[in-house]
């Protein structure tokens, strides 16, 4: 079993940043791919970003390419995202989540394990 925790969520104006952070407890961390999704009210949940795990590959969202990156530190089995040039439309809880088996990083299926969320709020 691993249990993730996010934290780092709040309230911002367009154009700033945000850091989201996620703690691995539990069992290893190892090969384990990490990802963060997103949820808007009314909306379905959807992927934002993803990062192998020793972190040499990332895959990001359209939508979010350019403005967030994915990192890792698997020595304090933790994982980031960092959110730059953040847009009204960015609002949504955000969810991190493990992977620890093969399937396609981009559905929520293929994740073994998520987190609580923690709210990210873009006012304009």
């Known amino acids: 079993q691993v249990q993730l925790v996010e934290s780092g969520g709040g309230l911002v104006q367009a154009g700033g940043s945000v850091r989201l952070s996620c703690a691995a407890s539990g069992r290893t961390f190892s090969n384990t791919a990490m990802g963060w999704f997103r949820q808007a009210p009314g909306k379905e949940r959807e992927f934002v970003a993803v990062i192998s795990w020793r972190g040499g590959t990332t895959f990001y969202a359209d939508s979010v390419k350019g403005r967030f990156t994915i990192s890792r530190d698997n020595a304090k089995n933790t994982v980031y995202l960092q959110m730059n040039s953040l847009k009204p439309e960015d609002t949504a809880v955000y969810y991190c989540?493990?992977?620890?088996?093969?399937?396609?990083?981009?559905?929520?299926?293929?994740?073994?394990?998520w987190g609580q969320g923690t709210q990210v709020t873009v006012t304009s």
């Open positions: 989540a493990a992977s620890q088996g093969s399937g396609s990083w981009y559905y929520g299926t293929s994740y073994d394990y």
